[in-house]
């Protein structure tokens, strides 16, 4: 069965960084695309960024275009979110989703001093 | 970027009411409309893709209709499992705009 399970999360100093993790498995990872979608807490779903199958292709929300990276590692079945210069607003719950059918568990990401 | 709306942002019915909720694109998405379901603490769940088709597994008191601007998620029976928040999604564009939900709780 298809898995995802995300890691990485934690608390940072504003303008710190962090390397968000999404663990894949029970599908063949380098086949299909994939997204990073976070809430921030008490407030609705926002999609962060899309990278296709074999990661020629990735877009981003225009709230972290250029502070973000998404890649991926298909040898490692793993999907990242690099996030640098964070922001009190990008404190959220970080989801990883494929096909919008499968989503992990979320991991939180606090931005405070 | 494409917005999307919904209507109303929250609504209190009862176990065995019929639910009907809207979801508006700021322009033409076609049928590239996705519904969810959220409970408190836990992730979203797939209800309606491509605005009609349900998903595997989701009970058949849900359904989704539209197709351009305007897109209509219904639950035709209430049940007590059904009470969370709503979010339609556009994947029309590479920028994969969510509504604002719409919060379902018990009158």
């Known amino acids: 069965q298809v898995q995802l399970v995300e890691s990485g999360g934690g608390v940072v100093q504003p303008g710190g960084s962090l390397r968000l993790s999404c663990a894949a498995s029970?599908?063949?990872?380098?086949?299909?695309?994939m997204h990073w979608v976070r809430q921030a807490p008490g407030k609705g779903l926002e999609w962060v960024a899309f990278i296709r199958y074999d990661g020629s292709n990735k877009y981003y929300a225009d709230s972290v275009k250029g502070r973000f990276t998404i890649s991926r590692d298909n040898s490692k079945n793993t999907l990242y979110l690099q996030m640098n210069s964070l922001r009190a607003e990008d404190t959220a719950v970080y989801y990883c989703a494929k096909d919008w059918a499968y989503w992990g568990q979320g991991t939180l990401v606090t931005v405070s001093s | 970027d494409i917005q999307m709306t919904q209507s109303p942002s929250s609504l209190s019915a009862s176990v065995g009411d019929r639910v009907t909720i809207t979801c508006r694109a700021s322009q033409s998405i076609s049928s590239y409309l996705n519904w969810y379901q959220q409970k408190p603490g836990k992730a979203p769940k797939l209800l309606i893709y491509?605005?009609?088709s349900l998903q595997s597994g989701v009970p058949s008191r849900f359904s989704g209709s539209g197709s351009g601007t305007d897109f209509t998620l219904t639950i035709s029976s209430l049940q007590p499992e059904d009470f969370a928040t709503y979010y339609c999604q556009q994947s029309y564009s590479t920028c994969f705009t969510f509504g604002p939900g719409t919060k379902v709780d018990i009158k």
């Open positions: 491509a605005a009609s």
């Open positions: 029970g599908f063949t990872f380098s086949s299909y695309g």
